[in-house]
């Protein structure tokens, strides 16, 4: 189970990837993000980099992402091909909104 806050940053995260995809950025290089800081920066610079960090590890914990840790943080992070699968499962209508998706998305794990 994610928490909602985990699921707002994997929507989010989900959302940049399909971009870089139809922006014909490789796939290899459409899911990574680099470091939690870079997430910070680019999707969520109103949250505290602490909180992005206890998010990504959530996600990592979880499956949805693979992290790599150094110096205390994230140093580097990537969707993974599961969080990638599940979010194409979701009915496009609830990837529409942020709060339509959080509502009906059910993690299997």
Known sequence: MLTKEAKTVLYHMYKEYLVRRNNQIPRSRAKE???AESIHT?????????DIEDV??????NGFLNNHYADDTIY??????SAIV???????????TVADFISKFVPLW
Do not use: T
Not at 42 to 50: A, G, H, R, V
Not at 56 to 61: F, G, I, S, V
Not at 76 to 81: Q, R, V
């Open 33 to 35: 993000f680099g470091s």
């Open 42 to 50: 680019l999707l969520f610079p109103d949250w505290s980099l602490e």
């Open 56 to 61: 990504l590890r959530e996600l990592d914990r």
């Open 76 to 81: 580097d992070c990537e969707l993974s091909d």
């Open 86 to 96: 599940k979010m194409e499962s979701q009915k496009k209508e609830a990837l529409l």
